[in-house]
Nanobody, 120 residues
Framework: QVQLVESGGGSVQPGGSLRLSCAAS????????MGWYRQAPGKQRELVAA???????NYADSVKGRFTISRDNAANTVSLQMNSLKPEDTAVYYC??????????????WGQGTQVTVSS
């Protein structure tokens, strides 16, 4: 089992910045990909950004150039620096870890979610 604990989030005015962090804990796990998803009211959960253990990353088009994902493999942590925030970034943000079990079998784990509100 892997537990994900998120921190950060909160309320900010448009144009402001926030940083989300997520720490994974457990025993004997190998995390392949860590990422952040978000879900706004009435909408489906969507990928914001993800980063693999080798460092390659991908972003949703809506956040490219504004958000930066980073990862510390030794500490099993992932962070999301969010700049130039917009009201449409308002959502609950969830940390995700894709854990290699064996061969090509993976398990997905989720954090509890943290609210980000962008409003004037």
């Amino acid at each position: 089992q892997v537990q994900l604990v998120e921190s950060g989030g909160g309320s900010v005015q448009p144009g402001g910045s926030l940083r989300l962090s997520c720490a994974a804990s457990g025993s004997n796990f190998n995390i392949d990909t860590m990422g952040w998803y978000r879900q706004a009211p009435g909408k489906q959960r969507e990928l914001v950004a993800a980063i693999r253990s080798g460092g390659s990353s991908n972003y949703a088009d809506s956040v490219k150039g504004r958000f930066t994902i980073s990862r510390d493999n030794a500490a099993n942590t992932v962070s999301l620096q969010m700049n130039s925030l917009k009201p449409e970034d308002t959502a609950v943000y969830y940390c995700n870890a894709r854990v290699l079990i064996v061969a090509t079998i993976f398990n997905n784990y989720w954090g509890q979610g943290t609210q980000v509100t962008v409003s004037s």
